[in-house]
């Protein structure tokens, strides 16, 4: 799950990811209790949450010790790092003789649903939002080919919105209920994509993933498919985007997908 914190800091509780808008360089990995700390205020935004529940939740239910002196410790790092990201405003509240909460006058969006659902993104968020499809890795067991695709649709879904491909959806469970259409095989691995392909389309479609695939040295390798999209702009020389996910799978069943992301690249013609 991904994080916008007041439109500046982008927040992955998946790995504890932390970073300002528009500089992944200056990426934070928080520690695990860290990282659950900050992922059950925000989960929880805008109530309080007392000192009693997060230590349960964050150290005893994983078998660590826990006290007041530790829980203020890791409040006040969290705060520092939101600071130095920009965020002057105290993001998480001390509700005196409580507990705390994060801060509910700073705006905080999830941009894995909320704005898939709502199918609108800043420019700004857009780029951030390609960085965070990039590095994500989808994972899983005994899950069906058309039930794993839908979920690195859901996660990607946000761009191609934007990007002008159409996700017939405003709900997250309509998303899961999507088909992958098949395209090619690309040596012996299935090529599919979010929507139908008409005849006119693709061959193009087809020119322009093996020409993704040699120069980004993209193999078929044994037990993978591919799920692929592209914008139509993009197949005909001007600026657009594409993304190609190539899912690996074990006895049928797919464990992981690495995905690859293009934005705003113009083919020669």
Known sequence: MVFVIDNRVFYRSEDGAIWPSGDEGSTVILTLTMNRLLTCLLEKHGQVLTRNELLDNVWDAHGLRS????LNKYISELRKHFVQFGITDECITTVPRV???FNSD????????STIADGRLKEDEESEIIKVVHRTAVAGKNKALHY????????ISATLVV?????PSKDVKEI???KPHFLFN????PVYTVQSNSASLSEQKKELFLELANSNHIQCLEGASFLYQV??????????????SQCTQKNNNYISCLNNYWSGYERNQ
């Open 67 to 70: 006290s007041s002196h530790t």
């Open 99 to 101: 507990g705390f909460m």
């Open 106 to 113: 700073i705006d905080v969006r999830d941009i894995t649903e």
């Open 148 to 155: 794993t695709l839908a979920l690195i649709i859901l996660l």
């Open 163 to 167: 990007s002008g491909l159409v996700i």
């Open 176 to 178: 899961k209920q999507i």
């Open 186 to 189: 690309y040596d012996t691995c």
């Open 231 to 244: 914008s139509e702009s993009y197949l005909y020389g001007n600026k657009g985007r594409a993304f190609i």
